[in-house]
């Protein structure tokens, strides 16, 4: 027997199908969404479903809503741009090269000090969880499989910095991360060139040398932005010709 569908079920639908069209382009800063009662017969949903779904909307910073003129999108520097929803919709269209350039510069600020730091404050349990994610990578046979492995290895690295502001950190940029990790393997011919950078963050993290840590993740990040950059450079030339 089918569930029923519930106004909550429906106000997510409705929340992340907006949400979507705002953060691809397909609604620009500035428009006004359709009256209440058009946009939820178009959606095919109660005005309560979509009333619910725009509050939430609201509260991410995507529109704001004004008597006598209905919800209108706002600019881009107005968005929670933190928010799991917004980087999720981010990465479900194809990153910008902006947007992937401002996730390397975020990385590049964050994660060398965080290799640094968990060298300092490892415990014997986070370096075991460190060393997993590096096995697995190891392991892997398909991107899927290196990047989900690639992906704990990184948050293996922020859980053991010993830091609650550090690790809760990840939670939130966890898709943009991931997202990042799969552009990153999928433009190279072997997916796993990588290993040997994160080889040398697990033993200068087990060997406790905080600045080898640091300076190995940062010259990791910058390879894997050089790499994608190619890949862009290689695309250009492609279309031009």
């Not at 359709?34 to 095919?44: F, G, H």
């Not at 991410?60 to 107005?78: F, P």
């Not at 290196?146 to 910095?161: C, I, K, M, R, Y």
């Amino acid at each position: 027997m089918m569930k029923p569908i519930t106004v909550r079920s429906l106000y997510g639908h409705v929340m992340h199908e907006l949400g979507q069209r705002i953060v691809s382009g397909k609604v620009k800063p500035g428009e006004v969404l359709p009256r209440e009662e058009t946009l939820a017969e178009s959606l095919q949903v109660s005005r309560t479903a979509l009333r619910e779904a725009l509050k939430v909307l609201s509260a991410k910073g995507l529109i704001e809503s004004r008597t006598g003129v209905g919800a209108r999108v706002l600019e881009e520097r107005h968005w929670n741009q933190l928010d799991a929803d917004v980087l999720n919709w981010r990465c479900a269209s194809m990153p910008t090269d902006d947007f992937v350039d401002k996730l390397v510069e975020m990385r590049e600020i964050i994660e060398p000090a965080a290799a640094a730091a968990a060298a300092r404050r490892r415990t014997a349990a986070q370096l075991a969880h460190i060393e997993e994610a590096y096995n697995a990578m190891d392991a892997a046979q398909t991107l899927d499989a290196w990047s989900e492995a690639d992906l704990a290895f990184h948050d293996a690295v922020l859980q053991a910095t010993g830091n609650e502001l550090m690790q809760s950190l990840f939670s939130v940029i966890e898709t943009a991360m991931g997202t990042f990790f799969t552009l990153s393997a999928r433009n190279v011919s072997n997916f796993r060139y990588s290993l040997p950078y994160h080889q040398k963050v697990f033993e200068a993290i087990k060997r406790k040398q905080p600045e080898v840590a640091r300076k190995t993740m940062q010259a990791m990040i910058a390879d894997s932005h050089e790499n994608l950059q190619r890949n862009r450079a290689r695309a250009r030339r492609k279309a031009s010709a």
